[in-house]
């Protein structure tokens, strides 16, 4: 059974009470980066959108950020 990594930035807006918007102005990641990672359609995803992402989140562990599902 293949495993799927998901992003958590949907959840992690809806925790933060954040819009993409201003997820985009606190970390400066492209707003339509933040658009595609929120609806998991990005493919590959840069490693330093993501640290970003935790600065502006004060997010220490990756768990926070992503799943490690099965199909």
């Not at 600065?55 to 990756?62: K, P, Q, R, S, T």
């Amino acid at each position: 059974m293949a495993r799927v990594i998901k992003l958590r930035i949907k959840e992690l807006l809806e925790e933060h009470d954040l819009t993409q918007l201003k997820l985009h102005e606190m970390s400066k990641v492209r707003q339509a980066t933040i658009s595609e990672m929120t609806r998991n359609v990005r493919v590959q995803v840069d490693i330093r959108a993501l640290a970003k992402i935790a600065d502006a989140l004060e997010i220490d562990d990756i768990n926070d950020l992503m799943t490690i599902e099965k199909e």
